[in-house]
């Protein structure tokens, strides 16, 4: 397990000791930015056996690299993977050195995203930890590439550059069709949510929570093809539903309105909708996976929520801030050692051992 402190609380101690020593937000950038290359670090060395679907991955790729081009483009689906497969087998490399170059794309636009964004290091750290992201980037592949992806389309959109947005989004929809789930943050881009709205938006959020099973079905009848065989299953996933909503109820009255840049309010919004679609998740883990591409900016919403707070509600975000750390930092690594380890990314093994 020391890798995984090591991941924790390097960046930590750095961030600690750094206080004082230049500006502040550099040393975020360099605290975050030494989370993500241990990050990367762990990605890339791992075993084979961190992950369930490892086993699975490794077939694909060498099954992609060894067929031809004219049979890899008869692949229905998720074509951006397979040739990314096929161009990499060729050039000699190993499955262990595959493995690596994923974590690279995985890693960079998170980082270079959170490092634009971070405004607190520690906190972010052990959000990005918990809320479920960070195993699924050991787990499933094609995904993480495409969640990646996401994030590029996000510092586009941001950019105003458009065409570029989209052409990214249909590009991770090539890697993992889950990512359509991208279009809609083009609208919550530019809709603002008031505190007014939100009251609203409670009832609605609670009536979907009854009927979620009859509105999934509903649903699921304008998502693309490969999803309309999931069927309703029962997985309790009610824990990050829980917190997902607690921070929606933290992030609209713990902040003031007059304060927020445009940057916390689209994050804000993409945390709503985190909420709708992780209503469905106890009934269909697939609700779940079309929820990584948006929970990504979680961790980087809280602290802005925190930083941009109603006057006099200081001392009680520095609180919350206290107990966020405090008790994430525990849970994670309660999880690592207790927890159902559902993906078998714990304890960690380097490829060698």
């Not at 762990?42 to 081009?69: C, F, P």
């Not at 050195?97 to 972010?124: N, Q």
Request: aromatic content about 20%; some cysteine; glycine content about 4%.
């Amino acid at each position: 397990m020391y890798p995984y402190f090591l991941l924790v609380f390097l960046p930590l101690i750095f961030n600690v000791c750094c206080i004082g020593c230049g500006k502040n937000k550099s040393r975020l950038k360099i605290t975050i930015s030494l989370f993500f290359l241990l990050y990367y670090i762990l990605l890339a060395l791992r075993a084979k056996t961190i992950d369930v679907d490892l086993s699975n991955y490794q077939s694909m790729y060498v099954g992609y690299g060894k067929s031809g081009w004219n049979k890899l483009f008869a692949v229905p689906q998720e074509i951006g993977y397979a040739v990314f497969c096929k161009l990499i087998y060729i050039t000699g490399a190993n499955f262990q050195v595959f493995l690596a170059i994923v974590a690279l794309i995985e890693i960079i636009p998170l980082a270079v995203l959170y490092s634009k964004e971070i405004e607190d290091a520690p906190l972010t750290i052990l959000l990005f930890l918990n809320i479920g992201i960070f195993s699924m980037l050991f787990s499933g592949l094609r995904q993480s590439i495409a969640i990646a992806l996401g994030a590029l389309a996000f510092l586009l959109l941001r950019k105003r550059k458009i065409v570029g947005y989209f052409l990214t989004v249909i590009l991770a929809m090539t890697f993992h069709m889950s990512a359509f789930m991208l279009f809609f943050m083009y609208p919550l881009y530019y809709i603002k949510i008031s505190k007014t709205t939100f009251v609203f938006i409670i009832p609605v959020i609670l009536v979907i929570f009854i009927f979620n099973r009859a509105v999934f079905n509903f649903i699921t009848r304008f998502f693309p093809e490969k999803y309309l065989h999931y069927t309703l299953e029962s997985t309790n996933a009610y824990a990050m539903l829980a917190l997902y909503v607690i921070f929606a109820i933290f992030t609209f009255y713990i902040s003031d309105e007059h304060k927020l840049d445009r940057d916390t309010i689209v994050l804000r919004n993409f945390l709503i909708f985190s909420v709708f679609l992780q209503i469905f998740a106890p009934i269909q883990s697939v609700a779940m996976r079309m929820n990584y591409y948006y929970i990504i900016f979680i961790p980087l919403l809280i602290p802005k929520t925190i930083k941009n707070s109603k006057q006099g509600m200081e001392s009680l975000c520095r609180v919350a801030e206290i107990v966020m750390i405090s008790f994430f930092t525990v849970y994670f690594f309660y999880s690592a050692y207790f927890g159902e380890d559902i993906l078998s990314i714990f304890p960690y093994q380097f490829f060698w051992e």
